[in-house]
């Protein structure tokens, strides 16, 4: 079974500075992937970033980089340079890797609201 | 624009009603999910297509629940005699083959049963 735990319904942080969001996982496993999720108050969810289990190095897309802790099983998002349009839910997901199909099960979400 | 699309938007309907929502996935895409979110929540899994075959699906989507993608393209996610407590936002998402799977959402289906 697969679980996704993140611990802050709601983040607020001043715009320019960093943020990060934290995301701790359980699976049983051994190759398994990482998402996260941007969801605006308009509701489409929009893919940010992605860190597989056996990648050396931790990701980076832009303003955004996962901080992979593989033995603590947590794969914290953090948003550099916050700016007003980073407001909204943000939601990590995994996706497990065996049998045929590769499920993918998301967090309860974190609402981050960035204050100008 | 090649992005998932999914109609109608919104929708209201009494409860006992069918309700029939449709999903394009993007074109290049082999694999189109189906998931409901209820506020407050993330997406819960409902389905799972590749290609024309409905490969998963989970046990929150009971017999009055249908979906189907004929020819391995569009899909549809039918619900029969409508509940109150399927009052949700549907979403569908699209993923290629790529190593990562990351899927790509449609703007969702918003369904409020009277």
């Known amino acids: 079974a697969q679980k996704i735990t993140q611990t802050q319904p709601g983040m607020f942080v001043q715009e320019k500075e960093a943020v990060t969001l934290d995301c701790t996982y359980d699976t049983s496993d051994p190759s398994y992937g990482l998402f996260w999720y941007k969801q605006p108050s308009s509701g489409e969810m929009i893919f940010l970033i992605y860190q597989g289990s056996y990648d050396q190095q931790n990701a980076t897309e832009g303003r955004y980089s996962l901080n992979f802790q593989k033995a603590r099983k947590s794969a914290n998002l953090v948003i550099s340079a916050s700016q007003l349009g980073d407001s909204a839910m943000y939601f990590c997901a995994m996706r497990g890797d065996s049998g045929g199909y590769q499920k993918v099960t998301f967090g309860t979400g974190t609402k981050l609201q960035v204050i100008p | 624009d090649t992005g998932v699309s999914q109609n109608p938007r919104h929708k209201i309907t009494k409860r006992g009603q069918n309700v029939t929502f449709r999903c394009d996935p993007i074109s290049e895409h082999n694999r189109l999910y189906w998931y409901r979110q209820t506020l407050g929540q993330g997406p819960e899994f409902l389905t799972y297509?590749?290609?024309?075959?409905?490969?998963?699906k989970s046990r929150l989507l009971s017999d009055r629940f249908s979906a189907e993608r004929p020819k391995g393209s569009f899909s549809t996610l039918e619900i029969q005699r409508t509940e109150q407590g399927d009052s949700a936002m549907y979403l569908c998402a699209s993923s290629s083959q790529g190593a990562r799977h990351e899927q790509y959402f449609g703007p969702g289906t918003r369904l409020t049963v009277t």
């Open positions: 297509f590749q290609n024309e075959a409905q490969l998963e």
